[in-house]
């Protein structure tokens, strides 16, 4: 599968903005990536090995922490996986 | 220092999002290339401001649609280089609730005053640092390019 990289995390990945993982399912895929890439792990997960609250991840256009199985849901190579940071502020 | 460049008609466009949704405040997505010394800034991707519950001093992106814009980008050849929004009815400067609500290191935030229903002044600031921890804000020029001086993209 095809996991895309936001523009702050690509100085972790040798500036990559997609990266194929060969993975069963989400935790492996992500597993795979910070493997491959080691500096991004703190910027994913927090120190107990959660996601971070600000950094969503959607497998196609679904917000991973909706669907039944979460990060144990099962990928096909044929999904794509988008890290992405949350946006927002105000006066 | 870094800079922010972006094409006069992008420019007056982000700023006149600002006027349309006064006295809400509106946000986007800004989508460029990396200069060397920041980002060089080619189109602009308006937003909805997700916080219908408090939208005259917050604002969010839903993350559903930052997936959209950033796969429109992408191909488009293009990356998300940062973020504006507008401060109604007060300063163009970054706020708390920026700083902490802000993730996307080395991104360009665009913030733009938006007095009695008029774009006033427009600032940008980078988010420096390394990670979550010592990242800061860093004010940043936006040098504003005539049509006539920008390369092709």
């Known amino acids: ?24 399912t989400i935790t492996a895929a992500l597993d795979e990536l910070t493997a491959a890439f080691p500096d991004l792990r703190k910027h994913l997960f927090t120190s107990d090995g959660k996601v971070r609250a600000f950094v969503n991840i959607y497998l196609n256009d679904e917000d991973v922490r909706y ?3 979460k990060e144990a849901t099962e990928v096909s190579s044929a999904d794509t996986l988008s890290i992405i940071p949350s946006i927002a502020g105000g006066r | ?19 349309e949704t006064y006295p809400h405040e509106c ?12 980002w060089s800034i080619k189109t602009f991707v308006k937003a909805g401001n997700a916080r219908t519950d408090s939208a005259h001093n917050r604002y969010q992106i839903s993350p559903g649609e930052l997936v959209k814009i ?25 706020s708390q ?23 006033a002044v427009t600032n940008s600031f980078r988010l420096a640092g390394e990670t979550e921890e010592n990242k800061r804000f860093e004010a940043e020029p936006i040098e504003v390019e005539d049509a006539a001086n920008q390369d092709g993209d």
């Not at chain 1, 990945?13 to 993975?23: C, F, H, L, P, Q």
């Not at chain 2, 429109?72 to 007060?90: K, N, Q, V």
């Open chain 1, 1 to 24: 599968m095809t996991i895309f990289i936001p523009t702050p995390l690509r100085a972790f990945t040798a500036g990559k903005d997609a990266v194929e993982v060969n993975a069963a």
């Open chain 1, 67 to 69: 669907l039944p199985a």
């Open chain 2, 1 to 19: 220092m870094s800079v922010l460049r972006m094409s006069k008609a992008v420019y007056d466009d982000l700023r006149a999002h600002g006027e």
């Open chain 2, 27 to 38: 946000c986007g997505a800004l989508l460029g290339r990396p200069d060397p010394d920041g």
């Open chain 2, 70 to 94: 950033e796969r429109e980008s992408r191909l488009r050849g293009l990356s998300i280089a940062g973020f504006y929004h507008s401060h109604p009815d007060h300063p163009a400067q970054w």
């Open chain 2, 97 to 119: 609730t920026d700083f902490a609500e802000a993730h996307w290191l080395g991104c360009s935030y665009v913030i733009t005053a938006v007095a009695n229903g008029k774009a």
